[in-house]
């Protein structure tokens, strides 16, 4: 069975740091990419980042554009999301997700992937 699961989450002060990791099990990682999605309270998931299946594209949310990083160990079959610089609006429930086998290209959106993680909540308090 696939499955993707995130950790690292946590509460953290503004312009403090964390790393979500996504680990992912019953597949060839390499295959597949991979984004970060965050839904915060009342509001509707939105793309955070996303990368692909090399790691040599990757793309963000002009929000967290040089503040977070998506990257991938496909030895570890893990993906990455450093965010530094946190900030209150970045509270939220994070999830990892992954395309469909075979595409090579990151993607924005959210009906472009296919299996979720169940997310990890980070907290960022002012």
């Known amino acids: 069975q696939v499955q993707l699961v995130e950790s690292g989450g946590g509460l953290v002060q503004a312009g403090g740091s964390l790393t979500l990791s996504c680990a992912s099990s019953?597949?060839?990682?390499?295959?597949?990419?991979m984004g970060w999605f965050r839904q915060a309270p009342g509001k509707e998931r939105e793309f955070v980042a996303a990368?692909?299946?090399?790691?040599?594209?990757?793309y963000y949310v002009d929000s967290v554009e040089g503040r977070f990083t998506i990257a991938r160990d496909n030895a570890k079959n893990t993906v990455y999301l450093q965010m530094n610089s946190l900030k209150p609006e970045d509270t939220a429930v994070y999830y990892c997700?992954?395309?469909?086998?075979?595409?090579?290209?990151?993607?924005?959106?959210?009906?472009?992937?296919?299996?979720w993680g169940q997310g990890t909540q980070v907290t960022v308090s002012s």
């Open positions: 019953g597949l060839t990682f390499s295959d597949y990419a």
């Open positions: 990368i692909s299946r090399s790691g040599v594209t990757t």
């Open positions: 997700a992954r395309r469909p086998f075979g595409l090579r290209s990151a993607s924005r959106i959210s009906s472009d992937y296919n299996s």
